[in-house]
């Protein structure tokens, strides 16, 4: 007990935190494999660009049925960012960039568009990090929607 102590000590000391590892995922099973690839490429497009430095940070995606199947993928109705009900998308990624909803086939939590993912993850990495710089320009042209 006195040895996991001082462990804990020393390592808040030197600026470690004891137990932490990789930041919660939480991911609908159905889309799982999907969220990791997408998170892992959204990632990878933020190291290459160079203009942002981000770390991990937490995430939850969930799942929403789509109401509208329109210019290939399933939409909803978008309620997040104070818009009026109004706005129909695939995908919305919270202001603090910790959440994402995805729409899906409403006959069975299929059809979730990775394009849409990819795209939303790139909003997660930027805005979990701080940088809430909308579609930056430094983006155009690597993830679709990104204009």
Request: charged fraction near 20%; include cysteine; glycine fraction near 10%.
């Amino acid at each position: 007990m006195r040895l996991a102590l001082a462990l804990a000590v020393v390592a808040l000391a030197v600026g470690c935190e004891p137990n932490k590892g990789t930041p919660n995922r939480d991911f609908p099973p159905e889309i799982e494999g999907m969220c990791y690839r997408a998170l892992d490429e959204a990632e990878a497009i933020v190291l290459d660009v160079g203009e942002h430095e981000v770390l991990a940070k937490a995430l939850t995606v969930s799942l929403e049925e789509g109401t509208l199947y329109a210019i290939g993928f399933w939409q909803f109705v978008a309620d997040f960012w104070g818009l009026d009900g109004s706005f129909y998308a695939g995908g919305v990624t919270s202001q603090g960039g910790n959440k994402i909803v995805m729409a899906h086939n409403p006959e069975d939590r299929s059809d979730v568009n990775y394009d849409v993912l990819l795209h939303e993850m790139l909003h997660h990495w930027l805005l979990a990090n701080g940088h809430n710089v909308g579609h930056h320009p430094a983006y155009y042209g690597r993830v679709k929607g990104w204009r």
